[in-house]
């Protein structure tokens, strides 16, 4: 069954430093999302992607995020100075289309600690 | 605001029928997902409602009621492989995002 892969499965840094998370989405899928997962919170939108444009952004998606395409397979999230409050599990997610339905297919996310 | 409530946790037993709730205050309404989430694993999706009544799925069932903003999901004959976390999920008009409650983490125990 196809699947959202992402990589790595878990990414320290220190304070400061650029990430950036990766994910290979569902081969035919359209649209793309990040969510994240703060210890024991729940899962937060952060932005969504469609051809090769954000279609939309939450708050938490300030300057510091960016998200990008770079070929046909692969879907990055860049952080451009982690600050601590950005420990969190980051999900990437995956549709086929905007449709009624529009399931979104999630990925195991990236757990990302900043020290 | 967005608002979607879920009990925090959940007990039930091997064999057992359990229903876990979920109550919703949005703006708007455009879908109701229900979806399952091990310990340190994806959320993969379960079930997903529009239209007021039962979905069923093998032995997932889940129930909306738009005019209560109102969700059920509903597990039959619960196996060990069930403990894991249940995450409500809400879709708004003219929207892609989903807008989680905070899950329920269900035990299911011999």
């Known amino acids: 069954e196809p699947e959202v892969t992402q990589t790595p499965s878990h990414q320290v840094t220190q304070m400061g430093q650029e990430v950036i998370l990766r994910c290979v989405p569902i081969s035919n899928h359209l649209y793309f999302y990040w969510y994240r997962q703060i210890l024991g919170q729940k899962v937060e939108f952060l932005v969504s992607?469609?051809?090769?444009?954000?279609?939309?952004k939450s708050e938490i998606f300030d300057d510091q995020f960016s998200v990008e395409r770079p070929d046909g397979s692969n879907f990055t999230l860049k952080i451009r100075s982690t600050k601590l409050e950005d420990s969190a599990m980051y999900f990437c997610?995956?549709?086929?289309?905007?449709?009624?339905?529009?399931?979104?297919?999630f990925g195991a996310g990236t757990r990302l600690s900043v020290l | 605001g967005q608002n979607i409530d879920q009990p925090t946790e959940m007990t039930a037993t091997e064999g057992a029928i359990v229903q876990i709730n979920c109550t919703y205050q949005t703006s708007g309404f455009n879908g109701l997902f229900w979806y399952q989430q091990h310990a340190g694993e994806a959320p993969t999706f379960l079930s997903y409602?529009?239209?007021?009544g039962l979905e069923e799925k093998g032995r997932f069932s889940s129930f909306l009621s738009r005019s209560k903003g109102y969700s059920y999901l509903l597990l039959k004959e619960l196996q060990m492989k069930d403990s894991a976390s249940y995450l409500c999920a809400v879709r708004d008009w003219g929207t892609d995002k989903l807008i989680f409650g905070t899950g329920t983490r269900l035990q299911v125990f011999p």
């Open positions: 992607f469609y051809n090769n444009e954000i279609s939309e």
């Open positions: 997610a995956s549709s086929e289309a905007v449709e009624a339905k529009n399931i979104q297919y």
């Open positions: 409602n529009v239209l007021d």
